[in-house]
C-alpha cells in the first residue's frame, strides 16, 4: 500500500496531465488539485476491465440504476444520507452541473452568494453566466475562518437567487458547523434561495465532522441540489463523471426541462472506475487519510516557520491556503505566487480567487513525503 503514496518525481514528470507539464522541468507542481497517487488498485482493475471487454460502446449512464444504488450506498456508509434514488442524476463534471442549475434558478444579473475566498471556477461560473457575484467573505484566519452569518443576511438583495457554497470550503479547508449550515438553511428559506452546495471534499475531513447540508432539514433539503464526486478523494478527475442530487420533484421537473444533450454522457471507465472507488477502496482511502493528514500537519508547521507566511492547518481538503501578507510587506518584487514560482513551486494564484484572495496562495499537499519536503525546503 505505502507504494501509492511514496511516488517519485520521474514517475509525475512522466505524465501527460496538467499538472506536472505547465510549468518547466525545474518547477515542482503543487498547484492544481490533482493528487500524485495512483489509484487504488481496485480502480484500476476496474478500468482494465472495460478494456479487456472492449466495453467500449454506447452507454447511457445518466440515470443508470446501478451506478445510483452505488451512489447512495456509499453516501449511507460515509455520511449517514439515505439519499431518494429517484432524484440521482450523473454529470460528466460537477462544475457541469453547477452551470446548469444557475442558468435553470437565475437570470442574468441576478445575483449569487460565494463564500470567499473561493474556488475560481466558482467565480467563472457566476460571472461568466452574466450574474453577479454577492460576496459574503469569510472570517479572519486567527478566528478559523468562520461563516460571517450576519454578513450573509445584510448581503441579500431583492434579485439574489442562490448561494452556492463549497463545504468543505476550497481553499481555506473549512468544514462548516452544523449551526453555520443551519444559518444558511434558514436564510435560503426565508428569502426563497436555491442553494447549491458543492460537497466535492466531503471524504477527505481531518477535524469535524462533514454534514450533508440537505440532510439537516427537510425545508433545506428541498431547496438544495449537491454535488459530489469520487474524483478527488480517488485522484481520478480526469475520468470525468459527477453526481447531482435534486431535493425535490419540483427541482428534478424543472431539471429535466434541460435538454438531455446538454449535459452530455457519462464515459464507461469513469463509471467503472466510480463504482470501484465506492464499493472497494475503503482501505486505500484509510492509508490516504493517514498520509495526507501527515503532510497537513507537515505543511503548516514548515510553512509557519518560514518568515512572512503563515497558513492555517486545513479542517479538510489536501490544500492549505498560505498567508503572504507579511512577504507582501517585506517588499518582495512579484506577487507570491510568481515569487513563488521564480523560486521553482507552482502554487495557485490568490488572486483569481476573489479580493479576497490576494496575498495569498494555495499549496496542495497530496503528494510524496520527498516531493512535499522539496516543495516547503523552497519555500
Ligand atoms: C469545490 C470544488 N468543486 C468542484 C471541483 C471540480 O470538480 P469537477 O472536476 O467534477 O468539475 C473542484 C476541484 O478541485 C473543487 O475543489
Redesign the pocket.
Known amino acids: 500500500m505505502r507504494g501509492y503514496f511514496d511516488v517519485d518525481l520521474a514517475t509525475v514528470r512522466g505524465r501527460e496531465g496538467k499538472k506536472w507539464t505547465k510549468y518547466g522541468d525545474d518547477v515542482l507542481a503543487a498547484w ?2 490533482d493528487m500524485d497517487f495512483a489509484p487504488a488498485p481496485p480502480i484500476l482493475a476496474a478500468m482494465q476491465g472495460v478494456l479487456d471487454r472492449y466495453d467500449l460502446g454506447y452507454s447511457f449512464f445518466a440515470d443508470d440504476e446501478r451506478a445510483i444504488a452505488t451512489f447512495a450506498r456509499w453516501m449511507k456508509r460515509q455520511h449517514d444520507w439515505e439519499v431518494d434514488q429517484s432524484k440521482v442524476r450523473m ?8 452551470v446548469a442549475f444557475i442558468d435553470l434558478y437565475s437570470e442574468p444579473g441576478d445575483g449569487i452568494v460565494l463564500q470567499t475566498p473561493i ?1 475560481p ?2 467565480i467563472e461560473a457566476v460571472e461568466g453566466s452574466g450574474r453577479v457575484i454577492i460576496d459574503n467573505p469569510l472570517g479572519a484566519a486567527a478566528d478559523g475562518y468562520p461563516l460571517d452569518i450576519d454578513g450573509l443576511r445584510a448581503a441579500i438583495t431583492p434579485t439574489t437567487k442562490i448561494i452556492m457554497m ?1 463545504n ?3 481553499p481555506t479547508g473549512r468544514v462548516f458547523t452544523t449551526d453555520e449550515l443551519r444559518a444558511i438553511g434558514e436564510v435560503a428559506v426565508e428569502h426563497d434561495l436555491l442553494v447549491i452546495s ?1 460537497e ?2 466531503a471524504d477527505l475531513v481531518w477535524e469535524g465532522t462533514h454534514t450533508v447540508f440537505a440532510t439537516l432539514d427537510p425545508a433545506f433539503a428541498e431547496r438544495t441540489v449537491t ?1 459530489t ?1 469520487a ?2 478523494s480517488f485522484n481520478i ?1 480526469g475520468l ?3 453526481v447531482g442530487v435534486m431535493g425535490s420533484q419540483a427541482m428534478m421537473d424543472r431539471f429535466e426541462q434541460v435538454h438531455r444533450f446538454m449535459w452530455g454522457g457519462v464515459n464507461n471507465i469513469g463509471a467503472a472506475a466510480t463504482m470501484a472507488a465506492w464499493t472497494e477502496c475503503d482501505d486505500w482511502l484509510d492509508e490516504l487519510h493517514r498520509h495526507l493528514r501527515t503532510n497537513r500537519d507537515h505543511v503548516v508547521e514548515r510553512v509557519n516557520a518560514v518568515d512572512g507566511l503563515s497558513t492555517v492547518a486545513p479542517q479538510a ?1 489536501f ?1 492549505s491556503w498560505i498567508d503572504c501578507s507579511e512577504l507582501i510587506a517585506s517588499g518582495i518584487d512579484d506577487r507570491p505566487f510568481k515569487h513563488f514560482l521564480g523560486r521553482g513551486v507552482a502554487l495557485n494564484d490568490g488572486h483569481t480567487f476573489g479580493p479576497h484572495g490576494v496575498n495569498h496562495v494555495r499549496l496542495n499537499f497530496a503528494t510524496s513525503t520527498s516531493i512535499l519536503s522539496q516543495v516547503l525546503d523552497r519555500l
Do not use: E, M, W
Open positions: 492544481v488539485a454529470f460528466g463534471d460537477v462544475l457541469q452541473g453547477l474556488y471556477p466558482f463549497a468543505p470550503h476550497n458543492d466535492i471534499h454535488f464526486s474524483t478527488k478527475a470525468r463523471l459527477a481538503t490544500l
